[in-house]
């Protein structure tokens, strides 16, 4: 069964620095990944998605996710967070047919 | 915007009550999902449904109960409400092809008291 892991609960950067939000998948088949993002009181929104045409993703606000089948990895970057960027992150994975899995998320905290 | 909708988006009840949290999405979309979401952030799968007439549990184990009679509307309800229940509650839906998002309503936060 897919699942996927991420590192951090917790990730603190600060204003202009990079971001980095770790996220590794298990999956028997080639599997399709996701990045969410939660504000405070709202849903799930969709940052981007990998649909294996190109291993760098391109999202939206400035993230983008490469796609590491050597490592299982699915890791969100952005060069120069944000306050704005302050929420919580969500990777989740799928496999065909089959119901999206998430992790646990990831809380970004940014300070000026 | 993605077209789904919960309602209520808060909720304060008191013990015993029976409650029913409502979702309708207007996008056509087969499958539906509810899930349960912590306070520490995590999100647990409660109900999942594939289509009209189709309802399965999810990975966490729920007391609530959801129906599918219309493909756009996907209720949760729970007969009597315990301060156990508290959370919030996010519905979802996709479309039946692979590699297809989830798009989210804004959930329900529901207290119990």
């Known amino acids: 069964a897919q699942s996927v892991t991420q590192l951090g609960s917790h990730v603190s950067v600060s204003e202009g620095a990079l971001v980095l939000l770790r996220c590794n998948y298990s999956?028997?088949?080639?599997?399709?990944l996701f990045w969410y993002v939660q504000y405070p009181n709202q849903g799930l929104q969709l940052l981007l998605k990998?649909?294996?045409?190109?291993?760098l993703v391109k999202g939206i606000n400035g993230f983008e996710a490469e796609f590491k089948k050597s490592e299982t990895s699915f890791h969100l970057t952005k060069p120069s967070a944000h306050m704005s960027d302050a929420a919580e992150y969500f990777c989740?994975?799928?496999?065909?047919?089959?119901?999206?899995?998430f992790g646990t998320g990831t809380r970004l905290l940014v300070s000026p | 915007e993605a077209d789904i909708y919960q309602t209520p988006r808060y909720l304060v009840i008191g013990t015993g009550k029976k409650i029913t949290l409502e979702c309708s999405q207007t996008?056509?979309?087969?499958?539906m999902y509810w899930y349960q979401q912590d306070p520490g952030m995590e999100l647990h799968l409660i109900h999942y449904?594939?289509?009209?007439?189709?309802?399965e549990k999810g990975d966490l184990s729920s007391e609530s109960t959801v129906s599918r009679i219309r493909t756009e509307h996907f209720p949760l309800t729970l007969e009597s409400a315990r301060p156990s229940h508290t959370s919030q509650y996010l519905c979802?839906?996709?479309?039946?092809?692979?590699?297809?998002?989830?798009?989210f309503g804004q959930g329900t936060r529901l207290t119990v008291v």
């Open positions: 990998y649909t294996s045409a190109a291993t």
């Open positions: 989740a994975v799928s496999e065909g047919f089959q119901k999206l899995v």
């Open positions: 999956s028997s088949v080639p599997p399709y």
């Open positions: 449904s594939y289509g009209v007439n189709s309802t």
């Open positions: 979802a839906s996709t479309y039946s092809g692979v590699n297809t998002e989830a798009f």
């Open positions: 996008m056509g979309h087969d499958k």
